[in-house]
């Protein structure tokens, strides 16, 4: 059974950067296409970013942090980051990291396995 565990999230100044990282059990995470997403109070969840290495490493993200962060992967480790930078006080929400075992990143019912998610607070 894969279980995926967040850490790094936190209170962070508008401006600042965090890192979060996702490490995986039960499975190698080069084997799935690996998802954030986030979810703030009373909203539904939304995808933040993705990576999959099959047919060849490729990285995508959504529009509002395009630019700001970077999503990576440690094979060592078997952990995946969310390198965060220039955060603004949107981007507070909890974050979750997923794993696919399809080729599909959206909708979020794809995603197999989830983990219980990180808090990212950004001060305004």
């Known amino acids: 059974q894969v279980q995926l565990v967040e850490s790094g999230g936190g209170l962070v100044q508008n401006g600042g950067s965090l890192r979060l990282s996702c490490a995986v059990s039960g499975g190698t995470f080069s084997s799935y296409v690996m998802g954030w997403f986030r979810q703030a109070p009373g909203k539904e969840r939304e995808f933040v970013s993705a990576i999959r290495w099959s047919g060849g490493r490729r990285t995508y993200y959504a529009d509002s942090v395009k630019g700001r962060f970077t999503i990576s992967g440690d094979n060592a480790k078997n952990t995946v980051y969310l390198q965060m930078n220039s955060l603004k006080f949107e981007d507070t929400a909890v974050y979750y990291c997923?794993?696919?075992?399809?080729?599909?990143?959206?909708?979020?019912?794809?995603?197999?396995?989830w983990g219980q998610g990180t808090q990212v607070t950004v001060s305004s």
């Open positions: 997923a794993a696919s075992s399809s080729a599909g990143l959206w909708p979020p019912r794809t995603y197999n396995y």
